[in-house]
């Protein structure tokens, strides 16, 4: 997966909510899940997570992240 930014500002430091849903599309499960790397400006950074509950579909949002200026910017 990744998580990117279209914005003059980085996120050195990302937390998603990531939701396990059942077939039709109900959440069963909510863990939050920490991004290990850093969102540069106007890019995305990758990560990998192994659900703790296994569904045929997850959702995955944006619960908090430090947007800050970097860069020179």
Known sequence: MSISTRRAKAAPACVLLLETLDATGTPISREIVYVDSEVPLYNRAYFEVRPNTPGPA????????????MGGL
């Open 58 to 69: 997850y959702r995955v949002t944006v619960y908090s992240a430090d947007w800050g200026k």
